[in-house]
């Protein structure tokens, strides 16, 4: 295993750190100032669209997908140091290079598994970055880490499917930008194979009998920039049968599929978040005296430091070893790595967070420092492309098989 950054991830690197010095961290304030204004708090604020203007005239755009057809042709090893360095500023550094969940899955599942006419419709809209999309799985009357347990009804009338069903926490519904649903339902609910019941089409946001009812907080973060998180009724909404992607009974496996690489991808940024973290706890440390001398000087706060450091390096090298397991291996030959470093690193990440949020005292909890917004972004992640249970149950079974 050779992590050392190739030519083209070294230069692609010294790009992306140029454009978050000179313009995304200035932007963060010039943002949430724009927003306040906005007539509608969903609206994109005028810094994003230039933003997004810049990262596509420096090549700095669809970084993650690693078609070279219609992304940048990227390796998970290569892209890697990219998505942390995005992962520092979480609500716009994505969103801005056109990296941003659940857009990124949604165009991978579009380019492996959708027909030509899908690709034209909404796969390249999305790589251009002129709508977003949304992943309609969850919902809020079963247990959905199960994914076998969704009630979401996609039935076949004639050359239609009818979808009934409601969903919660969808990522970007609330973003007027957002024009198409991939929705995850049952075609044959009472199927011998439990993971045979479903599939996935794809659902135009103004199809009628589709109601976007309301924003959902986490932890009172209504997460403006991504697009929110929505709760979604289908109300016998109906899409030709063309809509659907791949086959019937297919949705698992397409599921399964999309998240492999969006586990990583969000392991990636954390790694980011957790890097922003420490650079925030040291300036602050440097800055404040308490009790006689700077924090900085505190046997406790460099204790946190410097675990904050060696579980951040512990981390990214896990996270490299399984990019480059995915790229050597695939996906299936890297599952225990994908389910260690989606167990592992939200964890570790929020336990830094929660130490840098204390160092800074009420600031840490306020709106004047990020820490308290990607403090939520990254607890969501212990739930969010399947609960750390759930994945920890995985590889136990899998460790205990060798045994049995």
């Known amino acids: 295993m050779d992590f050392a950054f190739d030519a083209r991830t070294e230069e692609l690197r010294a790009r992306l750190l140029a454009f978050m010095d000179e313009h995304v961290y200035p932007a963060e304030a010039v943002a949430q100032?724009?927003?306040?204004?906005?007539?509608?708090?969903w609206d994109t604020p005028p810094v994003v669209e230039e933003l997004k203007a810049q990262a596509r005239r420096q090549g700095l755009w669809n970084l993650f997908l690693p078609d070279a057809e219609y992304g940048a042709g990227l390796t998970n090893l290569q892209y890697a140091p990219l998505a942390e360095?995005?992962?520092?500023?979480?609500q716009l550094a994505p969103t801005v290079?056109?990296?941003?969940?659940?857009?990124?899955g949604n165009m991978e599942v579009l380019a492996q598994f959708g027909d030509e006419r899908q690709k034209k419709q909404w796969l390249e809209p999305l790589l251009a970055g002129e709508i977003r999309s949304a992943f309609a799985m969850t919902e809020p009357e079963v247990a959905s880490s199960d994914a076998t347990n969704i009630t979401t009804r996609i039935e076949r009338d004639g050359d239609e499917y009818v979808i009934t069903g409601r969903k919660w926490y969808i990522s970007g519904a609330m973003n007027p930008d957002c024009k198409i649903f991939i929705v995850m339902g049952k075609t044959d609910p009472d199927g011998a194979d439990i993971r045979r019941q479903q599939s996935m089409v794809l659902v135009p946001r103004d199809t009628p009998g589709v109601t976007v009812r309301r924003a959902m907080q986490v932890f009172g973060y209504e997460d403006h920039f991504h697009g929110g998180h929505a709760e979604v009724v289908f109300d016998r909404a109906r899409v030709p049968v063309t809509n659907l992607i791949g086959e019937e009974g297919g949705g698992f496996a397409i599921a399964q599929a999309r998240l492999g690489p969006g586990r990583i991808h969000h392991c990636m940024r954390l790694i980011g978040m957790a890097e922003r973290a420490i650079e925030l706890m040291c300036r602050r440390a440097v800055s404040r005296t308490a009790f006689g001398k700077p924090l900085a000087q505190q046997g406790v706060v460099q204790n946190w430091i410097a675990d904050a450091?060696?579980?951040?390096?512990?981390?990214?090298?896990?996270?490299?070893?399984?990019?480059?397991?995915?790229?050597t291996v695939g996906n299936r030959g890297a599952h225990t790595e994908i389910q260690a470093i989606k167990i592992a690193t939200p964890r570790a990440v929020v336990a830094?967070?929660?130490?840098?949020?204390?160092?800074h005292g009420a600031g840490g909890v306020s709106q004047d420092f990020p820490l308290a917004e990607i403090y939520a972004a990254a607890r969501t992640l212990m739930l969010a492309?399947?609960?750390d249970e759930v994945h920890q149950r995985s590889l136990a079974r899998r460790e205990l098989k060798k045994y049995l």
């Open 85 to 90: 360095i995005t992962g520092r500023s979480p």
């Open 385 to 387: 492309d399947g609960p």
């Open 352 to 359: 830094i967070l929660d130490r840098a949020i204390q160092l």
């Open 97 to 104: 290079t056109n990296c941003a969940a659940p857009d990124t």
């Open 309 to 327: 450091r060696v579980t951040v390096e512990q981390l990214r090298l896990l996270v490299l070893k399984t990019a480059w397991l995915m790229d």
């Open 33 to 41: 100032e724009q927003r306040a204004a906005l007539d509608s708090p």
